[in-house]
Structures are given as structure tokens and as C-alpha cells.
């Protein structure tokens, strides 16, 4: 059995024990649906909350907040989703040369997740560091379409912030001259991006624009790849940049401050 059926069979215990139906009636009820006949102590240890198919594995109730947005945020870009399912493993991770990017990713993680900071180590080689944390529903939650997540970005000013703060911690970028901007194949999304600026915050950008093609070279991390799929780019306008840095913000360091000394400048 995966733990797909795991945990749809552990949901509807819990449901049917929580309707009032003795362990016998459950066991009874669940071996008709999925012909699994569980023993009434495990039964019983679901309704108690002391133990569940995930294991070690964190929980997680979808439910609109900052921290959540910010991950989806994170996710839409530098973030990356691990599934092995024969292992039953399944993680959310992050890696980046910004201490503080991973740390706040860390911090979101724990209270979506409701559990403890997790561990944080450096990639071997490289000036990175890493986390992850293992949580199939979670993880599912995050594969959802897009359009099914954008309520919990929406929700209010606040959550939008915090995900338009992850996508540019992900893909944002000032440079020397202080324009700022951000980068991602998928059109939609950056459409999406530019609409909540203009919605919410009242700040205009340009684009999305052809940045690259298909096929070109590009170098990430020290290793050079070829592009899979067109790149696009969106620029936040010059006048709303100081509007951008109040309102939205980035969690990396040299980004805020570069964009600081510039617009002081």
C-alpha cells in the first residue's frame, strides 16, 4: 500500500472515530472500502494523535498565512520538490549562498509545519547552504495548479507580500544601477506577479520581455546549463522602487541593501 492509501485511510479513521463509531465499526468499514483490516490498537493510537502514517514525517492543514506564501513564493523559483516514492520519501529543499534566504525558508517551514527549526548544513564544495523538511502533504499541497494556490497568496496584504518577498528572494535581482528585476520562464506566473504589485501595492513594472532563448548557455552555481524553455524578465519601475522596498522587500541582505544605498544615493 502507498502511502497515498495510507493516508486517506488514517483521515477517514480519524473522521469516522470522531463521528462516534467504536474501532470495531471502523475496522469493519474500512476493511468493506479498502480491504485492509487493521488491528484496533493502531485504530485506536490514530484517534489519539499518537501516531500516523506520515511517521517522522511533518504534518500540515493548508491555511492562508504569511509563512505559507512565502513558501509557494519560494517554491515558483529557487525551491525544489524530492519525491521518492518507493522510499516514501518526500521533501521540500532549498539551497542558496544567502544564509539569512534559508534561514527565513527554514523559520516558514516550521510554523506551517508546526515543528522544530531543522538542520541546516553546506553543500560540499560549494558556498551554499541547504535545508529540507519531509512532509507529503505538504509537498502535495504545493503541487497543486496554480490557480488552486493563489487564494492562499490573495488572501490578504499581508500573505501577498510574503509571497511576492519569497519569488523575489527566488528570482529577483538588483544591479548596479539599482533596477530591479525578476526572472522566470513561465509567463503566467510573472503576469501574475506584476498583477498582485499593481493590485495591492500600487506598483507598476515593464515586461514580461524575452530575456533568453531556448538552447542558450547560462551559468548557475559554477556549472554551465543549457536553457530548456525561454526566459522572461519584469522590471519594477524606477519610481516604485523605494515603494517596492518598503512594501515588499527582500529577505537577502545584499539585495535590500544594495537597492537601499542606491535609492539614498
Not at 232 to 240: C, E, K
Request: net charge positive.
Amino acid at each position: 500500500m502507498n502511502l497515498d492509501d495510507q493516508i486517506e485511510i488514517h483521515q477517514l479513521a480519524v473522521e469516522l472515530g470522531n463521528l462516534g463509531l467504536s474501532n470495531s465499526k471502523i475496522i469493519t468499514h474500512l476493511f468493506h472500502n479498502f480491504g485492509v483490516r487493521l488491528r484496533k490498537s493502531t485504530v485506536s493510537y490514530w484517534e489519539r494523535g499518537l501516531h500516523s502514517p506520515q511517521g517522522r514525517a511533518h504534518t500540515f492543514a493548508p491555511s492562508p498565512t504569511p509563512e505559507l506564501a512565502y513558501i509557494i513564493g519560494v517554491e515558483k523559483g529557487d525551491g525544489s520538490l524530492n519525491i521518492r516514492y518507493k522510499q516514501s520519501n518526500y521533501r521540500i529543499r532549498l539551497q542558496s549562498i544567502d544564509v539569512e534566504f534559508v534561514e527565513e525558508f527554514d523559520r516558514c517551514l516550521s510554523e506551517v509545519l508546526n515543528s522544530h527549526r531543522h538542520a541546516l548544513w553546506k553543500g560540499a564544495g560549494r558556498n551554499e547552504t541547504h535545508v529540507e523538511a519531509s512532509s507529503f502533504l505538504l509537498l502535495r499541497f504545493l503541487q497543486r495548479p496554480f490557480e488552486e494556490l493563489k487564494p492562499f497568496i490573495d488572501h490578504c496584504a499581508q500573505c501577498s507580500a510574503a509571497f511576492l518577498r519569497g519569488f523575489f528572494d527566488s528570482e529577483g535581482c538588483v544591479d548596479k544601477s539599482g533596477s530591479t528585476t525578476a526572472y522566470n520562464c513561465d509567463v503566467g506566473l510573472l503576469k501574475y506577479v506584476q498583477h498582485l504589485l499593481a493590485k495591492v501595492f500600487e506598483i507598476t513594472t515593464t515586461g514580461p520581455h524575452l530575456q533568453s532563448r531556448k538552447g542558450s548557455l547560462k551559468l548557475r552555481r559554477g556549472r554551465t546549463y543549457r536553457r530548456n524553455s525561454d526566459c522572461f524578465v519584469i522590471r519594477v519601475g524606477n519610481r516604485f522602487r523605494l515603494q517596492f522596498l518598503e512594501k515588499v522587500g527582500f529577505t537577502i541582505g545584499r539585495k535590500s541593501i544594495r537597492l537601499s544605498r542606491i535609492l539614498q544615493a
